[in-house]
T-cell receptor, first 111, second 115 residues
């Protein structure tokens, strides 16, 4: 079936550096793509979303880029902080607000 | 608001036992969901509900049942527990009328082990 996946299972960055987390998707019919953050022992938490007719959206310290030509989604975190350490999931939205989640990337921030 | 609450936090079941995972939300959301998350993996949708009295199967419904008698509650039932159901279970809710309706609010999860 359709799926959403990630390129890198673990990303280690230095505190203060920028982080880039990547995701590949296969369902061109999805109308939104979303990033979630999951800290250890907690449920996922919404970070940012992007509509399929956009190629960039910025939030506070985060930017999501969508490249529909190659079906690629990325999350950029500026000035990465220790509190950003978590597993990050991309997800695509289907009709009825159903989400299909990718496999996750663990971000480790070194002090 | 307490948001989405789940009980219990942890549970160990023997093969063949039954149990109900409880989920309650106090945000008056119409949509509720049950996901399972296996170690190192993403979340997979088990069942969802778009309102009281309405439920539908997700990606991995086998071995589970749900009911939605009220807006607030969405319990997940395991009838004959199997080792393959060892996982962390997350309940979530959202509201399509909400401006941020892509945001599903997740509970803290229930860690279930079947031995």
């Amino acid at each position: 079936g359709e799926s959403v996946g990630l390129h890198l299972p673990t990303l280690s960055v230095q505190e203060g550096d920028n982080s880039i987390i990547n995701c590949a998707y296969s369902n061109s019919a999805s109308d939104y793509f979303i990033w979630y953050k999951q800290e250890s022992g907690k449920g996922p938490q919404f970070i940012i979303d992007i509509r399929s007719n956009m190629d960039k959206r910025q939030g506070q310290r985060v930017t999501v880029l969508l490249n529909k030509t190659v079906k690629h989604l990325s999350l950029q975190i500026a000035a990465t902080q220790p509190g950003d350490s978590a597993v990050y999931f991309c997800a695509e939205r289907h009709a009825g607000n159903m989400l299909t989640f990718g496999g996750g990337t663990r971000l480790m921030v070194k002090p | 608001n307490a948001g989405v609450t789940q009980t219990p936090k942890f549970r160990i079941l023997k093969i063949g036992q039954s149990m109900t995972l409880q989920c309650t939300q106090d945000m008056n959301h119409n949509y509720m969901y049950w996901y399972r998350q296996d170690p190192g993996m993403g979340l997979k949708l088990i069942y969802y509900s778009v309102g009281a009295g309405i439920t539908d199967k997700g990606e991995v419904p086998n071995g589970y049942n749900v009911s939605r008698s009220t807006t607030e509650d969405f319990p997940l039932r395991l009838e004959l527990a199997a080792p393959s159901q060892t996982s962390v279970y997350f309940c979530a809710s959202s509201d399509p009328g909400d401006r941020m309706w892509n945001e599903q609010y997740f509970g803290p999860g229930t860690r279930l082990t079947v031995t």
